[in-house]
């Protein structure tokens, strides 16, 4: 009996495209794009079955303010239709740079990408409640001009560094699910759920619709990862490892933990809710169903986090 190829679902997020300390022009993201496919080459000499999903943050928030900023010029577009511009522009990097990876070590492997749309509630309690972090970091002073000027809603993400908030609701269902996991099951490198996937719900009048948000990227990839039933998933962020009680004197590296472990940390509020919570409940929720074990982790450590000597690794309970 032959063994079954594993697959992992790997969570590529924004600002590992287009860290906070950048200016985020196309070259410097294509730079981080090509190191972080390179990375994704270890689970392809692996033999891995590969689904991709990324974030987005920097770069819709990035389109929202040209938006602004032109709207005296030309009409504005709404955040799900600037959702599925980034699902395109960001695709195509992550497309174009796996391609040429894979030509180096003359992979006959193909990549493609779907522009995903996810089934939300339109009557999320999310909606009204903006917490999911987009956009560049702005001094307070900086945030509170935008504020006024093109009526955002900021918050604090880290001490004296605001950002501008979206309403997140919860992915519900993804679409095109099914075309997915053949693909993934094939053979073929699928990039899905970009952004988190282009928030839609259904109207009696209208039928589908799109909706003003940006779904969590790491709560698309869980759901994701259930689609196709990938036994590992790898959270790909701006830290290497995650922490109990970060920047704080006593700040404490987690390197392994049970899922149950790790849900009381949740609970004990170890885990920012804008940024690293989400994160931790989509490991979970993955770990609930089909997945094994979930890597959270950055790209420079993702090599030896695949060999589990780096990163933070959660498993099954």
Known sequence: MNKKTPTVMIALGGNALSPKNEAGTIS??????????????????????????????????????????????????????????????????????LQNALKSIESPREVVSFISQMRVDENDPAIHDPVKFIGRSYSKQRAKEYKRKFGWVVKEQEPDLWRRVVPSPKPLYIFNGKSIKHLVDFGTIVIAGGGGGIPAFYTEEKGLEGLNGVVDKDRTASLLGRVIKAEEMFIITDVDNIFLNFKNPNQKTVLKANASEIEQYLKDGHFSRGTMAPKIRSALYFLKYHGEKVVITSISKLKEAIDGTAGTTIFKD
């Open 28 to 97: 410097e993201q294509f730079s981080h794009t090509r190191e972080s496919l390179l990375a994704v080459l270890h689970f392809v000499n692996l033999g891995y079955n590969i689904c991709i999903t990324h974030g987005n943050g920097p770069q819709v928030g990035a389109e929202l303010l040209r938006n602004e900023i032109a709207s005296d010029v030309t009409p504005p577009l709404p955040l799900g239709v600037l959702v599925a511009n980034t699902q395109g522009a960001i695709g195509y990097m992550i497309q174009q740079s």
